[in-house]
């Protein structure tokens, strides 16, 4: 990947340096946003026409490229291109970004923030779902093309797929930027070939570019209706990995996504989805696997092997956008705290969950052991992909009424527009639920709960323990009148709510009857932007006697390192020396109860089990051990 702060710039400056930095960008943006969608002519078509899909008659075949050929321009091009991609969120994209935007834009309306949390929420939990589709169905249509090029071969393909998945996966703790440079230069060779392969299938049948003329497409569902309406749900096979346009922005900007899209990858993948249907206009036996019978047979094999690598490359790119994504989420209080490894000492962005890689590989693996062949995983495709689609364009519309000022006249045209085609594809996917999509719904459900349960329960907690607590203001009065003893150096003592007393410091002065010559009480506060403005980092007051609040903010694409933090604080007037400092933290262990306003046992005791197994506060702050006092406390929820 390319940093961050490199994408920002304007990368149409007429600067040498700069034009290599834009080009660099473009070529990376190849690798990584485009690969999901750069794959799936491997299994478009066949799902369209395939065991359970339409008659590959002429008409059908036109009519089926006509909506391929309108989806990639409306949803791709118009929607995400121009539309999706102006909702930045200080530069960065993707759905928890967009979700933290949206309630910015409409804190004024609680309730509206409330509705765009659980939209938010649930889009990002069939984010996760996609990440375990995407690797079973690219991989195994990649590996599929060993049942073209040798038919004795075909029980292999499952084993292959598992090896190839299970490697994937084993490397991600290496990290992925020394095989990113690579990325690229691979996706690029990939959209050649896949417009030379067009080519040379349109060349045999010119007749099929009248496809470009929506009128086909009208044709389709006038003649075919319901099979029409159910082949919609394997035509928005064509646009899947559109969410990558936008989760990416931030790591290569809006122009080289932009400008790859229209130079190299649309007309790539137009030739080839043109070339297929060429293919099965001539000879419609070859709907079995439209794009391997499309390859030359003397290079079936160099191209199974491309596919295969291009696969892998579009699998990274979910999987590391699910690793960004839950960092975030865990920044935002939406996921339990677990540990984070950074890959590259230069590219912030490229890290590793270890949880989320094993609980992917998991989920992965037994996606292909039991869907065992891309047809029958064509019937779980879609359902997550869609639903986060339409979601998208709800939250982009609140931002574009609350930040942009957008009429509601427009915002109801445009709405209008954009979620007949989302919920049109959405509906049509939702007619598989019975024959598969029930997979990555149930798995978008369960994830959507968990996190749920997570933001409610730490609520819950943060109200019993404000229920049992001491006003700060009181407390001070009380200090002020009978000061307790004093040792010498600093305490800090963290905790979630800057009005009250925190539980550690009560204790200290319960059972050691002292208190420090300087006294803080830290609240960490994570804001719903990527990164925290200079100004806004650090903020400090003086209460008197002795006592500071401190407040330190972080983004939610940042690690908080509070013990680097504070020594940055001289720039507002305070000191820390870290080795006269001693750390104090209350570490409160949940237990189920029975509360009014409080959740079901299941959902209590679902939250004591993430407790129980998140990362400790210390660790994910880098409190060192040998300055850290904790103090446990029994909340009962």
């Known amino acids: 990947m390319v940093s ?5 710039r304007d990368a149409h400056d007429v600067n040498p340096v700069h034009r290599k930095r834009f080009a660099a960008l473009a070529l990376g943006a190849v690798g990584v946003v485009y690969g999901d969608i750069g794959t799936s002519p491997l299994y478009t078509i066949k799902e369209i026409f395939g ?3 339409i008659a590959t008659a002429p008409q059908n075949v036109l009519g089926a490229l006509s909506l391929i050929f309108w989806s990639l321009i409306v949803v791709v091009s118009v929607k995400y291109l121009l539309f999706i991609l102006r909702a930045d969120n200080k530069g960065e994209g993707g759905i928890v970004a967009l979700m933290a935007l949206a309630q910015r834009c409409a804190r004024s309306r609680p309730r509206l923030v409330s509705a765009i949390a659980i939209l938010g929420l649930f889009g990002a939990a069939l984010f996760y779902g996609d990440g375990v589709i995407t690797p079973a169905m690219s991989v195994l249509s990649a590996v599929e093309g060993l049942e073209v090029a040798a038919p004795r071969l075909a029980h292999w393909v499952v084993p292959i797929t598992l090896l190839v998945i299970v490697t994937l996966f084993a490397l991600q703790k290496h990290g992925t930027e020394r095989i990113g440079a690579v990325f690229g230069p691979i996706c690029v060779l990939w959209f050649l070939c896949l417009a030379a392969l067009g080519v040379h299938g349109i060349a045999q049948e010119p007749g099929v570019l009248r496809a470009v003329s929506p009128t086909y497409a009208v044709d389709f569902f006038v003649h075919n ?3 029409a309406f159910f082949a919609l749900g394997a035509v928005v096979l064509a646009v899947t990995g559109t969410e990558a346009l936008y ?14 899209w229209f130079a190299l990858v649309l007309p790539a993948l137009l030739l080839n989805y043109f070339g297929q249907g060429a293919l099965l206009m001539l000879h419609p036996a070859a709907v079995a696997n439209p794009f391997y019978h499309l390859v030359p047979r003397a290079l079936l094999y160099p191209m199974i092997a491309l596919a295969t690598v291009a696969t892998v490359i579009a699998s990274q790119a979910v999987i590391s956008g699910a690793f960004s994504m839950t960092r975030e989420a865990m920044q935002l209080g939406y996921l339990p705290r677990m540990r984070v490894v950074h890959t590259s000492r230069s590219m912030s962005g490229q890290i590793y969950v270890p949880w989320i890689n094993r609980i992917l590989m998991v989920l992965v693996i037994g996606a292909v052991i039991g869907f065992r062949s891309s047809d029958n995983l064509g019937a779980a495709y879609g359902i997550a992909v869609t639903g986060t689609m339409v979601i998208t364009s709800l939250l982009a519309l609140v931002v574009a009424r609350f930040r942009w000022g957008w009429r509601w006249p427009v915002i109801v045209l445009i709405g209008a527009g954009l979620l007949s085609v989302d919920l049109g594809f959405f509906s049509a996917n939702a007619m598989k639920i019975a024959s598969g999509g029930c997979f990555p719904l149930a798995l978008g459900l369960f994830v959507f709960a968990l996190m749920t349960t997570w933001r409610r329960g730490r609520a819950l907690v943060a109200r019993t323990i404000r229920q049992g607590g001491v006003a700060l203001e009181p407390f001070l009065q009380s200090l002020a009148e009978h000061p307790p003893h004093s040792v010498p150096g600093t305490a800090i003592f963290m905790t979630a709510d800057p009005g009250q007393v925190p539980n550690s410091m009560l204790h200290n002065l319960k059972h050691n009857k002292v208190l420090h010559e300087r006294n803080v009480l830290l609240t960490v506060e994570m804001l719903n932007t990527p990164t925290a403005d200079a100004d806004e980092r650090i903020a400090l007051r003086d209460l008197g006697h002795g006592m500071y609040r401190l407040q330190l903010r972080y983004g939610f694409d940042e690690d908080p390192d509070v013990p680097a933090t504070l020594l940055q604080c001289g720039t507002v007037g305070a000191s820390f020396d870290l080795m006269d400092t001693t750390f104090f933290l209350s570490r409160e ?24 197994n998140a990362m400790t506060a210390t660790a994910f702050f880098r409190i060192p051990g040998n300055r850290l006092i904790e ?3 029994h909340v009962e929820i």
């Open 631 to 633: 103090l446990g406390a």
């Open 51 to 53: 065991t359970q899909g």
């Open 225 to 227: 209706r319901a099979q």
């Open 247 to 260: 989760a990416d922005m931030g790591h290569f900007g809006k122009r080289p996504i932009q400008s790859v």
């Open 4 to 8: 961050t702060s490199l994408a920002r």
């Open 589 to 612: 262990t949940v237990v189920s109860g029975h509360h009014a306003g409080g959740m079901a046992t299941w959902r209590d005791r679902l939250f004591a089990f993430l407790s129980r």
